[in-house]
């Protein structure tokens, strides 16, 4: 098949703007060195071997088929920007679910298909994940519904996309690699720090984007261009985003929460009013701005700490934006966006504790770590960042520090069937018992087995 590519966009990469920000001149001077659009010594530069690797591959496999193919979208845009990518986005004309395949074959690798949306995904062996489409259109039968996928061109391709940064491609054919189509001035925003719609109608196509758009605009420090701010805010105001499923909602927050930057991006969306698709008594004040840039320094924390536990950072965020609101409305967002009932019960039962905890750990006086431990005890990690997070409090910070680095993994030695050895009678009488002995752990009044079981017989004969 053969497509117009128009020539809009090639032409605009042969003339650079005078303002170009001075970090992206050497993108611009390695382009106009070589080829004007010639992304080959890019990509040699500075992809990885074993991402140029398939991307090679993919050009052969095409060629022996007689295909077009591309990369495309978010892999260009991060090679142009030089940032890492890790993830190979790749369009078939035509003919990309076959070539997938066809694909996965050839390269030992694991395919998942997704008919509905024409796209593919290839694992490759060493875990490299290829995200493969047909050349398509897309009309959406309504604001914020799934689209529906029909055959398109090329270009009708490109223009479908989101923002012009991730509207560009280069060709993976013979004679051709590298070759950067640029048909939506993609190359000159990126230049100039710019996130620009393709067209008036995309936020209503797809009212993900309006959270996209901040996403790229924290991660990139790029500014969303006038017009499609503009486009933005109809959108929020029509309340678009009302007719797209939470679970798609909830994906996307998780995207914004996995940034660099967590803190930043909430307060994008709040600027553009983005935060009632949550929950519309969601507030933004300074209070909470200072609390979550607070909790993004507990997380670094832990994370440097405790690297390989797993914690939810969307339920670490999530949380934070729903603790100031009612129970009720906890429970019921909880439930909307998917949060697990042992999740949403303990931040409402902490949230009532919440100022006891902040008091009685904020406190210059000294806290027995019993103490510390009976009032964290329970709570998942998540909340207990929340908590170390609500106020600006060195002591707050450090016992919450001290439960999570020591107190929590304190066990006794003696256990159940010691007690029962030692003719205790089995019952509600064990945690009692066991309890204290944690407790006196902790404080450092028993230090080995034989201490704890003194202090079980003083404890049974004081009960006696
Ligand atoms: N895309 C779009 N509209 C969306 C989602 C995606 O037009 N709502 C297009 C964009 O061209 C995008 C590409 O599909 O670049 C791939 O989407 P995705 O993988 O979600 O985004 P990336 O741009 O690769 O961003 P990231 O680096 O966050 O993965």
Known sequence: MTHCFGTGGLLTAYFFPSFLPLTIST??????????????????????????????????????????????????????????????????????????????????????????????????????????????????????????????SFEEDIRRRDFTINAMAFSLNRGEFGRLIDLTYGLDDLNAGIIRVLHGDSFRDDPTRIFRAVRFQQRLGFTIEPRTEELMRTAVNLKLFEKVSPERLR????????????????????????????????????????????????????????????????????????????????????????????????????????????????????????QVYSLLHGSDVEILLIIMSRIDSEHLVSRIRRYLTEYRSVTGEVKGGDLKKLGIPPGPEYKKILDKLLFARLDGRVQSREEELNLVTSLVDTHD
């Not at 398939?54 to 095409?62: D, E, I, P």
């Open 27 to 152: 993108i611009r001077d390695l382009i106009m060195t070589t080829k004007p659009t010639d992304l080959t010594p890019l990509i040699q530069k500075r992809l990885e071997p074993r991402l140029r690797k398939v991307l090679y591959s993919a050009g052969r496999s095409a060629d022996a088929l007689g295909w077009k193919i591309y990369c495309v979208g978010g892999s260009v845009r991060d090679l142009l920007l030089k940032k890492d990518t890790f993830d190979l986005d790749i369009l078939v004309e035509e003919h990309g679910l076959e070539f997938a395949r066809h694909f996965a074959r050839e390269e030992k690798g694991t395919l998942k298909l997704y008919r509905r949306f024409a796209t593919a995904m290839v694992i490759m062996p060493g875990g490299i994940k290829v995200d493969i489409t047909t050349t398509r259109g897309e009309f959406y039968p309504e604001p914020g519904s799934l689209p529906e996928v029909i055959p398109g």
């Open 251 to 370: 994906h996307e927050l998780e995207l914004i929460f996995k940034e660099p930057d967590p803190p930043g991006a909430i307060e994008s969306m709040a600027r553009y009013d983005e935060l009632r698709f949550i929950h519309p008594r969601v507030s933004y004040t300074d209070e909470l701005k200072a609390q979550l840039y607070r909790i993004r320094e507990n997380y670094a924390w832990f994370r440097g700490r405790f690297g390989e536990e797993s914690i939810s950072r969307f339920r670490i965020y999530f949380g934070a934006l729903l603790f100031s609101l009612p129970e009720d409305a906890i429970a019921e967002t909880g439930e909307k966006f998917n949060l697990s009932l042992k999740f949403s019960g303990q931040l409402t039962g902490v949230k009532r504790r919440s100022e006891e905890i902040v008091r009685i750990l904020s406190s210059p006086e000294e806290v027995a770590p019993s």
